[in-house]
Nanobody, 118 residues
Framework: VQLQASGGGLVQTGDSLRLACAASGRSFSSYNMGWFRQAPGKERRFVAVISWTTGYADSVKGRFTISRDNAKNTVYLQMNNLKPEDTAVYYC???????????????WGQGTLVTVSS
């Protein structure tokens, strides 16, 4: 599975942004898809995961929504009410597990930068 993330950019506090991750290869629908982010100088951290259900990090609950379109082999991350602390490189990833653990993800996209100005 190859993953290509897109949609990042520079926004202001309170703005919204939607990230997309397009997957190539077979059996996209069989994978759990996750979003992670890495802020400058920090470790990469879990953001959200989707299979038939969804899971979120506490820091984004109520503001971010993960969704998927299996017909388009694409997973999305709708980000609302963005804050400066959301500034990070966002990565999509694929796993056979419904997990928040980075080590459970086998395939990774290249990352897309989101910058939220105050």
């Amino acid at each position: 599975v190859q993953l290509q993330a897109s949609g990042g950019g520079l926004v202001q506090t309170g703005d919204s942004l939607r990230l997309a991750c397009a997957a190539s290869g077979r059996s996209f629908s069989s994978y759990n898809m996750g979003w992670f982010r890495q802020a400058p100088g920090k470790e990469r951290r879990f953001v959200a995961v989707i299979s038939w259900t969804t899971g979120y990090a506490d820091s984004v609950k109520g503001r971010f929504t993960i969704s998927r379109d299996n017909a388009k082999n694409t997973v999305y991350l709708q980000m609302n009410n963005l804050k400066p602390e959301d500034t990070a490189v966002y990565y999509c990833a694929a796993s056979r597990c419904f997990s928040a653990a980075e080590g459970d993800y086998y395939y990774w996209g290249q990352g897309t930068l989101v910058t939220v100005s105050s």
